[in-house]
């Protein structure tokens, strides 16, 4: 099993919501957060001060799948995410250990 | 007594009434969340604090019988003989309690300015006692000296609605206390930005909207010359705000919605002492260059290293000045300033600055000083970084 954290753009969401949908996976947790990559933040100005902003709003979403899926959904999603713009997001891949549905205490995969 | 002029000015000050929550509103937006509650509460209780010292003492050490040209006496005391006539009232058309709650209002709204250079850190009983002493030490004798009877009206200083009374003392004052109280935590190391820009421009339209009673207010009649005033006052902050986005917009690249929001209130108070003294199209050129002046006073304070929060310095004081100056140059209705010949009145104008910042600037340091010595002017470090809404007031100002 592996972990798919997405970090894309907030007006992106949606359309990564329903790349995933498409694929047939369910559940998803989506949180609000701010960061940077190698462009930077931005420049604010405030009556005639300057105050460089480093944290640029974004949206993560997680998601859990079997690992022979990965390969599709980060297909699917790099398409729906994509402006070509710097500050697309990234993706990245972690390894789960274990995974608990707490109605049924069903483990593993069956729990995704 | 005259009954138009009475109700003119009964609307009038309830207008003045209304700038004070347009200044909290104004200042509140320009600082951090954690401290918007403190900021707005630093000049709302000054509708509290003040309206009664000055009802009880202030208002008769302003235009109380005149002593040596200095300060008024206490022949009004507690309104003694303030009544609903025109009995002993300083203007002879309005009814003597009316006058003194037109001039309330004034006595209000400046101390309240000068809380945008030191918001975000000061500890609110601090500023009750410090607010308490100022209104009686500083803006009553100023009152006095310029409208009660005193030397500098004597003199021949112009001074239409309170370029030295109102916003050279106030900015003479915040820029001692920003000395004195020091800089906020992290000033400098972290950016101190704006949380909530709308509500700057909310409160500047309502200050702008205020204005008119202020100004318009100052002819003390319903009449051609408070029609002038409002006229001046209008155009003067409409050039402002054309003068500073302009400037802005070369130096910073784009016009900004704050810079919009403090041109309007820097040509507002450049216009302040000059509003009946100059013609409308002049006033244009006092608000215009008022723009600029202040988009250049409010870098003056990373140049010299101070902290004025919201640069009551950079704007009213510099604002001020200027405005006190130009009245100097432009001044035809009533009096004539240098462009109409008369050089005498551009040198009082000087002088009457030089005495305004000198006196309102040395007593609010001793004020500050001996608070500082005896009470302790700032909250813990803990208290400014967790916030004064907080921890001067036990609340939050928004539960997100």
Redesign the interface.
Known sequence: MRKIEIIVRPFKVDDVKDAIAALGLKGMTVTDVKGFGRQGGHK??????????DFIAKTKVEIVVDADRVPEVIDAVSEAAKTGKVGDGKIFVIPVEEVVRIRTGETGPDAI | MNSADTSFILICAALVMFMTPGLALFYGGMVRSKNVLATIMQSFIMLGLVSIIWTVVGYSLSFGTDIGGLIGGMDFFALNGVGMDTAGSPADNLPHLLFMIFQCMFAVITPALITGAFAERMKFGALLVFSSFWVVLVYAPMCHWVWGGGWMGDHGALDFAGGAVVHMSSAAAALAGCLVMGKRKGYGREPFIPHNLPMTLLGAGMLWFGWFGFNAGSALAANGLAANAFVTTHLAAAAAVLGWLLVEAMHGGKPTTLGAASGAVAGLVAITPAAGFVTPMASIVIGFGGGMVCYGGVLMKTKFGYDDSLDVVGIHGLGGTYGAIATGLFASIGAEGLFYGNASQLWIQIESCIATWGYCFAVSWVLFKLIDKFYGLRPSEEDEVSGLDVSEHSEAGYQI
Do not use: C, F, I
């Not at chain 1, 100005?45 to 460089?52: D, L, N, P, T």
């Open positions: 604010e100005v405030y009556r005639g001060a300057e105050y460089q902003v």
